[in-house]
Every structure is written in structure tokens, then in C-alpha cells.
């Protein structure tokens, strides 16, 4: 079989399943495994390079406005490779080729190949998508025994906050500027992890507030994981956003509990590592549950998630 695939976490999920040699093409974004990134890249981002944070926001929202694409599909590579299958999402238009551009070209190849789009909302839609992909690639088993070892993961964190005396409040920010609460899984996430989303509701897409309405919340942890970002980008924007003095009295910036995480890996792209990312957040909400000397937590938070902390000018 000759696999297309259109969005990273799709792209991990091939690879989880064993289908690197059958995976023909990826996104210009797909970066996991490293191995992916000698595949042929067959998408372009018609958003101009080097954008500030707020001027990328802009950016999106103005050609989405306008009813233009953000990616591009490379054609003539697509008719070249001739895919048996195409993976796409119909989830989110600022991720990915939409679905409807994708099967009006993919029904004018030669062979026409067959489309399948997953549209996971919540954690269990992630883990059904596996399956989903398991189906279309012919490796059914394979992808159940990959679903039922990332829910042993889940119930060991379920199991390690059994009887947890706190909930602390927590809010998910997927952008800076402006800030954009993060919807969709992370609230599953962050309920998972032993808290409690003060403002993303699960299931629902992510949505713009203010930073009036983040102090509001009154947040006891602040989780920095703007979209498409690594360690290093969410903390140099937390650090950059949260460093307003107007901010410092939102309870998580008081008391020192903000921390950036590498959103790209873990908790942006709905693939396996999106459990990963509720072991980050439950080591993060409950360290003397999820972190201790003898926990495999302990280096993955380490190099997955760090401070971000303010430093008056001056």
C-alpha cells in the first residue's frame, strides 16, 4: 500500500503502526520520528515565513476570512507518487489541506485513491482514530494493542491520583497574541492529569479571550502550549506575554506556577504522544504523585516542560 499523509499526528500514527516503508509522502510539518523527514514533502504553507507570533494570528485569520487556503498541495508530485491511500483531518482548517480540496483532487488522479479523514474532538476520539487508520492501513491488531498500551498509561496516572486531596485550576493557552484558550482534548487532558480546566471546555474548539478574562479565572497553574511550538518557542512567548505587570496578579504567575511545554510533540497534534503529554501535565499538577526519584516521568517532564517566570525589566 501507498500511503499519503496530511497531517503530523497521522504521520505518527502510520509509523506506530509499522508502515514507515508504505508511507510515500508527508506534510511539510511532519517531523516524528526523525526518520520522517527524508520522505517527500507534498504540502506548502501559503502563509509568509518569518512572522512575529501576533502577526502570524493575523495572518491565518484574515485568509480564512477570505475564504483562501492556507496550504498547498503539490499535484504533480501527488500524480507522480499515485497513493492507495490518503490520510487527511476535518477537524481544524488552520491544520491542514481541508478535506474538500483534498477529494476533489484526489478524484481527478489517474487512479483515484481512497480518502480516509479522522475528526477527533476528545482524548477517546484520538485513541478511536488509531483504530480508525489501523483499519484503512490493513494492521486492525496492531492498532488495538497500540490503543490498549497508551490506556494502561492513562489508568497508571488515573491510578497514581486516586485519592488526591487537591483539583488545582488550570489554564491551557494554545496562543499569546491574542490569547487562545485551548479546547478540543486538552480539557480531557488536564482532567486526567488531576485538574481542573477553568476555562477550555472539552469537546469544543478552541477560542479567543482576553487576558482580563484569564486573570478571572484565577488560575493556580498556567500551561503555555501555543500551537506548532517546541520547548524552546512556548517559553520565549511565555516569557515575552506573561512579563506584563498588569499579569502578576493571576494566581499561577503569583506563586510561580507557569510552565511552557513542547506543544508540537505532546499536546497540539492528536497522535499517540498526546498521552505523554497528560503524564507531563499530571507531574506538572501533582508532583508528589507523578514525580518521584523512581518515576519514568521524571526526565520526560524535565525536557518536556520548564518555568516560565517573570523578570522585571530593569
Known sequence: MRIVSLLPSLTEIVWALGLADELVAVTHECDYP???????RITRSLVPPGLDHAAIDTAVRERVAAGL??????LQALRTLAPDLILTQDLCPVCAVSVEDVCRIAATLPRPPRVVSVQPMRLSEILASIETVGEATGRPATARALVAALGQRLDWVRQ???GADTRPR?????WLAPPIVAGHWVPDMVELAGGVDALGVAGQPSYTVTWEQVAAAAPDVLVVMPCGYDLAGSRELGQRYLSDPALQEIPAVARDRVWAVDASSYF???GPRVVHGVEILAALLHPERCMTDTSALAAPVAVAASHVRYEPAG
Do not use: I
Open 268 to 270: 497540539s497534534r492528536p
Open 170 to 174: 488550570v489554564v491551557c493557552l494554545e
Open 69 to 74: 487556503p492556507l496550504y498547498e498541495l503539490d
Open 160 to 162: 497514581r491520583l486516586s
Open 34 to 40: 526523525p526518520a520522517v523527514r527524508s520522505k517527500p
